[in-house]
């Protein structure tokens, strides 16, 4: 797995701090400042105590590129699991799931985590506020490098 920047580190520090008071903190950074490599990093420590996550993108081209970032970070491959239409790689059973945001909106169920990291989170979607209400001792945590979004205060605390 490659060394975390020092910023990194720091990020998911205060993250931790965050969600520890049961917030739902935005994680904001610009692009290419390696906010998948922190989400990994975060996935990593989460799966070290057994836990179960999922990592929601608002694109499709977004499902394949994090796959791939996330085994290039030292991820198992065969704890992964996609969850995008009747893509070859879904399995529910795996503990971490890459989910395509539009997919989720259009199923009654949703998977079954105890961290869940938005991507892209100021692009608003029914599935942000239907997880929260229906997981509510899930953290969730919102990456975004323009977190400026109208209502974005509604649904994230920090």
Known sequence: ?????????LAIDKLREVIRNNKKPVLSSPTGSGKTRIASEIFAMARQRNKRVAFVVP??????QTWKAFAAAGMDEDDMGVIQADHTLTNWTKPIQICSIDTLARRKNLPEVDIVIFDECHKRSVVH???MDHAPDTKFIGLSATPW???MGEIWDE
């Open 1 to 9: 797995m490659s060394q975390l920047r020092e910023y990194q580190s």
């Open 149 to 151: 979004a109208k209502g």
């Open 129 to 131: 506020k239907r997880w």
């Open 59 to 64: 694109f499709l081209s977004l499902i394949g």
